[in-house]
C-alpha cells in the first residue's frame, strides 16, 4: 500500500501481485507447524457450543429502518439497515479448508440459519478470498437468493469462475463508495476501505486479490466492518473520513506470535475501535473455527478486560443472535464462561 496525495492508504499492485503498506511479517510455516503440533491448549471446546437459531423477523422486520444485526459465528453475518438486507462473508458450511476430510471444523454442530430458509439477500459483501470468508458451497446455495454480490478486486473473478451471473457481480477499490437500492425500495450507501491483511486460496494465488474492510452509512447510523486485518493506519484514515461509527465489527481471534501482523490482537482491536470512533464494538473472528493456538474463550476473555479498561461499550451475542442498535440499549453477557475451557 501507498499513501496518495489525499492522504489515504492506497493499495500496492506490481506484476499482478497486491502488497501491503507495510509488508506482513513473514511466517515460519515449519515453526509455526512444530509450535502447534506442541500446543496444548484448548483450542476448541470438548463439546459442541451451543447457539441460536435464527429468527428471520428479528433478523430482517418489515418496515423497519433501524440496524439489525445477527452474529452467524466466525466472521458472517446478517445485517438490515434502513430496510436493505445483507450478509457479510457467509460461511455456513461446517468445515473451512480445501481439503474438507482433514479441515477446519465448527463448534457448533451447524450453523445457525442456512440459504434454504433466508429470504432474498439485496446484497453479500465478500471482505477477501480466504476459505473462512469465501465459501464455494454457501455461495452456490446462494446464488439464487442474492442480488449482488460486492468484492475487492479479483474476487469477482472467483465468483464469476464458480457459475455466478456476472451481471451481479461489482468489485470495488479503496475508498470507492456505491449506493445499494434494496428490494424494499429503500438505499444504503457503503463505501469499500483498507485492510492490513494477504489473499489466497492455494500456493499458485497468492495475493492476486484484493482484501478489503466495509463501511455502510444509513440515514442515522454508520457501521464499519474490518474483515481481516492486522493494525495499522487505515483504522485512523477511516475514522477520520466516516467516523463516528454507531457499531463496530472488529476481528478478535486467530492471531498469534508467528503471524503478528495479519490479525489483530484484542487489545489492538479496541484501539482501533477507539481510532474508528466507534460506541458499540462487537468481536468477531472467534468462537467457531479454530485457526490458531490460543484457547478458543481467550479472545473474548481478553477483548471483555481491554475494554472495560478504556470505557468501551462491548456487545458479545452468542451465535445466532439477533441485536438492534439504535431504539435502545443492547445487552448481551459472557456467554462463553458457561461452557468448560
Given at each position: 500500500m501507498q499513501t496518495s496525495d489525499t492522504g489515504r492508504i492506497q493499495p500496492i499492485f506490481k506484476d499482478g501481485k497486491y502488497a501491503n503498506r507495510t509488508p506482513v511479517v513473514k511466517v515460519n510455516n515449519w515453526t509455526a507447524f512444530k509450535s502447534g503440533l506442541m500446543n496444548k491448549t484448548?483450542?476448541?471446546?470438548?463439546?459442541?457450543?451451543?447457539?441460536?437459531?435464527?429468527?428471520?423477523?428479528?433478523?430482517?422486520?418489515?418496515?423497519?429502518?433501524?440496524?439489525?444485526?445477527?452474529?452467524?459465528?466466525?466472521?458472517?453475518?446478517?445485517?438490515?439497515?434502513?430496510?436493505?438486507?445483507?450478509?457479510?462473508?457467509?460461511?455456513?458450511?461446517?468445515?473451512?479448508?480445501?481439503?474438507?476430510?482433514f479441515g477446519i471444523r465448527r463448534?457448533?454442530?451447524?450453523?445457525?440459519?442456512?440459504?434454504?430458509?433466508?429470504?432474498?439477500?439485496?446484497?453479500?459483501?465478500?471482505?477477501?478470498?480466504?476459505?473462512?470468508?469465501?465459501?464455494?458451497?454457501?455461495?452456490?446455495?446462494?446464488?439464487?437468493?442474492?442480488?449482488?454480490?460486492?468484492?475487492?478486486?479479483?474476487?469477482?473473478?472467483?465468483?464469476?469462475g464458480w457459475g455466478i451471473?456476472?451481471?451481479?457481480?461489482r468489485e470495488y477499490e479503496w475508498w470507492q463508495e456505491g449506493v445499494i437500492k434494496g428490494l424494499s425500495g429503500s438505499a444504503?450507501?457503503?463505501?469499500?476501505?483498507?485492510?492490513y491483511h494477504f489473499s489466497g486460496r492455494s500456493p499458485f494465488d497468492w495475493n492476486e486479490t484484493l482484501w478489503a474492510s466495509w463501511v455502510f452509512m444509513g440515514a442515522t447510523q454508520r457501521v464499519y466492518y474490518s474483515g481481516d486485518t492486522g493494525y495499522d493506519l487505515h483504522f485512523k484514515q477511516i475514522g477520520h473520513h466516516y467516523g463516528p461509527f454507531d457499531l463496530v465489527i472488529m476481528e478478535n481471534g486467530q492471531y498469534n506470535v508467528h503471524w503478528p501482523s495479519s490479525h489483530i490482537t484484542p487489545e489492538d482491536g479496541v484501539k482501533a475501535h477507539l481510532e474508528l470512533k466507534g460506541k458499540y464494538l462487537l468481536p468477531m473472528h472467534w468462537a467457531t473455527f479454530s485457526l490458531s493456538s490460543h484457547t478458543w474463550q481467550e479472545p473474548g476473555e481478553r477483548i471483555s478486560k481491554e475494554a472495560a479498561a478504556k470505557g468501551v461499550k462491548l456487545l458479545t451475542p452468542r451465535v445466532g443472535q439477533t441485536l438492534s442498535i439504535g431504539k435502545e440499549e443492547p445487552k448481551t453477557e459472557a456467554w462463553w464462561k458457561t461452557f468448560e475451557p
Open positions: 484448548q483450542t476448541k471446546p470438548k463439546e459442541p457450543l451451543s447457539f441460536d437459531s435464527v429468527i428471520i423477523s428479528k433478523a430482517f422486520p418489515e418496515n423497519d429502518s433501524s440496524l439489525h444485526i445477527t452474529w452467524l459465528g466466525h466472521s458472517s453475518f446478517l445485517m438490515q439497515m434502513d430496510g436493505v438486507r445483507i450478509l457479510l462473508d457467509p460461511v455456513f458450511s461446517d468445515n473451512v479448508s480445501p481439503v474438507p476430510l463448534f457448533q454442530k451447524e450453523s445457525p440459519v442456512n440459504a434454504e430458509i433466508l429470504p432474498f439477500i439485496d446484497v453479500v459483501f465478500i471482505s477477501h478470498s480466504h476459505y473462512d470468508h469465501l465459501n464455494r458451497q454457501t455461495i452456490h446455495e446462494l446464488k439464487d437468493k442474492v442480488g449482488f454480490f460486492f468484492t475487492p478486486p479479483g474476487v469477482g473473478d472467483i465468483l464469476r451471473d456476472p451481471s451481479k457481480v444504503l450507501r457503503f463505501a469499500c476501505t483498507p485492510a
